[in-house]
């Protein structure tokens, strides 16, 4: 049986669900289609985030973006997504992008100095599972800020291939980081994500765990 998500998920599709073989099988990214562009002033932000709304993910999203955002007036922030409701407790420097078609998420993400991700409540309460928007803003070469979820190091390193928020203080943190770090990050997640996180490398994860299983 294979799962999108991993750690404790393995144990439990075997003494729930008496599977007798499990293994993950994770999100990935398709390269080509996110890749370094060049930036939209549009989209300029020293911190972006991409999704849509959802009440689960509120909380968080106050914590690591919008009081952030209020603490910090002179920069800019922007969110791209749909659903916001009109009570959202928007900054006035807060910038929002009602849609943002797939094919621009590139440009979005290139044109922020970092970006936010913010996980699923029950993607998070699970483990080892990273959304698919991860890899897709590491391929990109922006530096991700997220918070924190059981095995995320699993998937990049953080310090040096991904930043962790556990509060606001942390985001602020981030933040005030000089260009030059917030570079470097990005490319370490960049090369990351191009070595173990593509579409192509999950075919060989799959061809790797049907050759086991024979």
């Not at 009081?67 to 922030?77: I, L, T, V, Y």
């Not at 990109?140 to 997220?146: D, K, R």
């Amino acid at each position: 049986m294979l799962s999108y998500t991993g750690g404790r998920s393995l144990d439990e599709l075997r003494t729930l669900l008496g599977a007798r073989e499990v293994a993950p099988l994770y999100g990935s990214v398709d390269p080509a289609a996110h890749r370094r562009v060049e930036p939209d002033p549009a989209f300029r932000a020293d911190l972006s985030y991409l999704g849509t709304y959802a009440a689960d993910r509120q909380d968080r999203l106050e914590q690591l973006f919008i009081e952030p955002a209020r603490r910090s007036p002179k920069r800019k922030f922007i969110i791209g997504g749909s659903q916001y409701p009109v009570d959202f407790p928007w900054t006035t420097n807060i910038y929002y992008v009602r849609h943002m078609a797939p094919p621009a998420h590139p440009q979005f993400y290139c044109s922020s100095a970092l970006t936010l991700n913010v996980t699923r409540s029950a993607m998070a309460e699970m483990g080892y599972c990273p959304s698919g928007r991860l890899f897709e803003a590491a391929a990109c070469g922006t530096p991700v800020l997220s918070d924190y979820f059981e095995g995320l190091e699993t998937f990049f390193e953080p310090g040096r291939e991904i930043l962790v928020a556990r509060s606001t203080e942390d985001a602020l943190a981030s933040l005030a980081l000089p260009a030059d770090e917030l570079a470097r990050v990005g490319r370490a997640a960049r090369e990351r994500a191009l070595a173990e996180h593509t579409a192509a490398r999950r075919v060989r994860d799959l061809e790797r765990i049907l050759q086991a299983s024979a």
